[in-house]
């Protein structure tokens, strides 16, 4: 009789071990779908966010916002979800891949497995972004930001402050980059500093070459020699 205790006993325990697992991948599931709603709602009519129950499987669609395959709460899991099902070493994340909705529409995917604390995959949360709208928006962005080939490599204008205090801000600049005090580099690297400054157009100011001469602690006649 003890023995028969003993047994009814553990069955019991495994019972109600069995019950908070499955209480336990419920509640889980539930907070997974305040994440797809909350996502779903970011995006409006842009990404589809689907919450999978992959604990049955032909029943799999819990949430869906943002519907744009057609599918309805109940359908049955995608691939990706019975890979998940049959191979709990599945990649828990699949970031990104293209993908299409049902009418032709190019998507772009990414899906998320969630498991349990056993380790196994019980839900996905997948999210589809219908790129077919982006594609003319990307496409005006790209017209609106192209400059003319023609001037790409010599601009017409750099869009500078040309006082004596930026061209001053400017030689500190170049000449930190090389570690030094403008007046202690060397007269290759205040060479290479005038002539860079000669290319960005600071000789276009018309007291320029002589505030460049007190900077680097030379004269005007070397600044203009170094600049050739």
Same mark, same amino acid.
């Not at 907070?31 to 992959?54: N, S, Y």
């Not at 049902?102 to 790129?131: E, F, H, Q, W």
């Given at each position: 009789?003890?023995?028969?205790?003993?047994?009814?006993?553990?069955?019991?325990?495994?019972?109600?071990?069995?019950?908070?697992?499955?209480?336990?991948?419920?509640?889980?599931?539930?907070?997974?779908?305040? =994440?797809?709603? %909350?996502? @779903? &709602?970011?995006?409006?009519? $842009? *990404?589809?966010?689907?919450?999978h129950d992959l604990r049955d499987p032909?029943?799999?669609?819990?949430?869906?916002?943002?519907?744009?395959?057609?599918?309805?709460?109940?359908?049955?899991?995608?691939?990706?979800?019975?890979?998940r099902i049959a191979d709990p070493e599945y990649?828990?994340?699949?970031?990104?891949?293209?993908?299409?909705?049902?009418?032709?529409?190019?998507?772009?995917?990414?899906?998320?497995? =969630?498991?349990? %604390?056993? @380790? &196994?995959?019980?839900?996905? $949360? *997948?999210?589809?972004?219908?790129?077919?709208?982006?594609?003319?928006?990307?496409?005006?962005?790209?017209?609106?930001?192209?400059?003319?080939?023609?001037?790409?490599?010599?601009?017409?204008?750099?869009?500078?402050?040309?006082?004596?205090?930026?061209?001053?801000?400017?030689?500190?600049?170049?000449?930190?980059?090389?570690?030094?005090?403008?007046?202690?580099?060397?007269?290759?690297?205040?060479?290479?500093?005038?002539?860079?400054?000669? &290319?960005?157009?600071?000789?276009?100011?018309?007291?320029?070459?002589?505030?460049?001469?007190?900077?680097?602690?030379?004269?005007?006649?070397?600044?203009?020699?170094?600049?050739?």
């Amino acid at each position: 009789m003890e023995h028969l205790a003993d047994g009814a006993e553990k069955a019991e325990h495994r019972g109600a071990s069995a019950g908070d697992a499955t209480e336990a991948d419920e509640h889980l599931i539930r907070e997974a779908e305040k =994440i797809a709603v %909350a996502l @779903g &709602r970011m995006f409006p009519g $842009l *990404c589809e966010v689907v919450l999978h129950d992959l604990r049955d499987p032909r029943r799999a669609i819990r949430v869906i916002e943002n519907n744009l395959s057609g599918r309805e709460i109940g359908d049955s899991a995608t691939e990706l979800g019975l890979a998940r099902i049959a191979d709990p070493e599945y990649p828990s994340i699949i970031q990104n891949y293209p993908n299409q909705f049902p009418d032709g529409r190019p998507a772009k995917s990414t899906s998320i497995g =969630i498991r349990n %604390a056993a @380790g &196994r995959y019980i839900a996905a $949360l *997948c999210l589809n972004l219908d790129v077919s709208v982006l594609s003319p928006v990307t496409l005006a962005l790209s017209n609106l930001v192209a400059t003319d080939t023609e001037h790409r490599e010599q601009p017409l204008e750099t869009l500078r402050d040309r006082t004596a205090r930026e061209l001053r801000r400017t030689v500190e600049a170049l000449a930190a980059q090389r570690a030094a005090a403008p007046r202690s580099l060397s007269r290759e690297d205040k060479k290479a500093l005038v002539r860079q400054l000669h &290319r960005d157009g600071y000789f276009d100011s018309r007291d320029a070459a002589q505030t460049i001469a007190d900077l680097l602690g030379v004269s005007r006649a070397t600044v203009y020699n170094y600049a050739k």
